[in-house]
């Protein structure tokens, strides 16, 4: 059974405000990573850190920010929502090495 | 550009018939396979990693295996509780510790 827990997970918002998706992880995995998912779709990697203060750009373009000032905690930040940043986020942890990531159980964003 | 797709996008069966899906991949050296399980609402549940072409991996009634250009899951003698999408995604050389995913295969599993 995987460590990683998401919260909250559902969430709706009006347009304009500022969340913060959290997401934390109990196992010790150096890397981390945030997919974003819609219905029938493909996850994408919008963001991943390979260790404390290390962050990086997925392959999907967000305007989320991330940050990993410790080892287990890893939050997404939206500073204006707006409806197109509807969806499921995704994070996951893994302990690199070409281990497989293992997964929350999301986070389901819906911004009115 | 490194891809991954996934056929058919969904798959009804009877409790009990057997039946494959498959995961074809065109990637610049693959590093590893992957297969996950996800239900409605919930994120993706890991079962499988092949790292090599001739690879076999079992769990209960799902068996995964890898050529140098597509991976099969088999599913043998399915009951409804096997009903999910199931994931492929691969990592590369190029990228290693990311996962390229494909869109899924959705499975009914009907009694």
């Known amino acids: 059974e995987a460590d990683i827990y998401q919260t909250p997970r559902y969430l709706v918002i009006g347009t304009g405000k500022k969340i913060t998706l959290e997401c934390s992880q109990t196992m010790g995995h150096d890397k981390m990573y945030w997919y974003q998912q819609d219905p029938g779709m493909e996850l994408h990697l919008i963001h991943y850190?390979?260790?404390?203060?290390?962050?990086e750009k997925g392959d999907l373009s967000s305007e989320s920010t991330v940050s990993r000032i410790r080892t287990e905690h890893f939050p997404l930040t939206l500073e204006s929502a707006r409806p197109s940043h509807t969806s499921q986020y995704l994070c996951?942890?893994?302990?690199?090495?070409?281990?497989?990531?293992?997964f929350g159980e999301g986070s389901r964003l819906t911004v009115l | 550009e490194d891809q991954v797709t996934q056929s058919p996008e969904a798959l009804r069966l009877q409790e009990g018939e057997s039946s494959s899906l498959n995961c074809s991949y065109t990637?610049?050296?693959?590093?590893?396979l992957f297969w996950y399980r996800q239900d409605p609402g919930k994120g993706p549940e890991f079962l499988f990693t092949?790292?090599?072409a001739g690879e076999e991996k079992e769990k209960e009634r799902l068996k995964a295996t890898l050529t140098k250009k597509e991976s099969f899951l088999h599913i043998t003698a399915p009951k409804p509780e096997d009903s999910a999408t199931y994931l492929c995604a691969v990592q590369t050389d190029g990228a290693t510790n990311k996962l390229i995913f494909g869109t899924g295969t959705l499975l009914a599993v009907q009694p």
């Open positions: 850190s390979y260790g404390v203060n290390s962050t």
């Open positions: 996951a942890s893994s302990p690199g090495g070409g281990r497989e990531l293992f």
């Open positions: 990637v610049s050296g693959l590093r590893g």
């Open positions: 092949l790292y090599s």
